[in-house]
């Protein structure tokens, strides 16, 4: 048995490179990673689904549950970083203000700071451990970017990098072991994708 953990399908803004809001659903190509990923999973013995609230994500999710029957349980402690008030922004009119939303001290307004994200992440492995434990059978977690980088780099026993954040590409697969040490087994595989996935923003 092992943690799928998985990244959503493209969106618009994704592509468009705008900072997104909680309600972003995937583009037509993003559909279509999903219907790939989701056929790629079902040839596991899939027994859960644990997904972001999030519409990107929960899209994501629906192709799965719809390729294996299985139920998604939602997750809203897995949701992306809070960017508050940039929500909806192009990272070009961020670039021109000179504002680094990835910087480490950067808190922005009516959003989470990267410590405030790091805490909930925490608290969403915590619970995703939890679950695990009473998994018979892979278990599926389809979250976001940032998400998928803070777990890898402060819960997975792998041998990245340890700085800054890790790139995770749309419909992205990351394979892990479900116990101790928890070891990353694959990471950030697209080879259900018939190209690249396109995404220029982390989020």
């Known amino acids: 048995m092992t943690l799928l953990l998985i990244r959503h399908g493209e969106t618009a803004l994704n592509a468009g ?3 997104q809001p909680p309600d972003t659903p995937l583009s037509e190509v993003g559909i279509a990673q999903a219907a ?3 056929k790629r999973v079902a040839k596991r013995g899939l027994q859960r689904i644990v997904a972001s609230d999030l519409k990107r994500a929960h899209m994501t999710a629906d192709a799965i549950q719809a390729a294996t029957g ?6 809203p402690s897995l949701q992306e970083r809070n960017f508050g008030d940039w929500r909806g922004t192009p990272y070009t ?3 021109a203000r000179k504002i680094d939303l990835f910087a480490d001290d950067y808190e922005p307004p009516g959003g989470e700071s990267w410590a405030a994200f790091h805490r909930r992440v925490d608290s969403a492995w915590q619970t995703l451990r939890a679950l695990a434990m009473t998994t018979n059978g892979d278990l599926a977690i389809v979250t976001h970017g940032l998400v998928c980088s803070s777990l890898v780099q402060r819960h997975l026993g792998s041998d990245v990098a340890k700085e800054g954040f890790l790139r995770f590409d749309n419909t992205s697969l990351t394979e892990i072991e479900s116990a101790e040490p928890w070891r990353v087994l694959l990471l950030n595989c697209t080879a259900h994708l018939d190209g690249p996935a396109r995404d220029s923003a982390p989020a």
């Open 93 to 95: 009119e961020l670039e």
């Open 70 to 75: 299985v139920a998604i349980e939602l997750e």
């Open 17 to 19: 490179r705008v900072v």
């Open 36 to 38: 790939r990923l989701a």
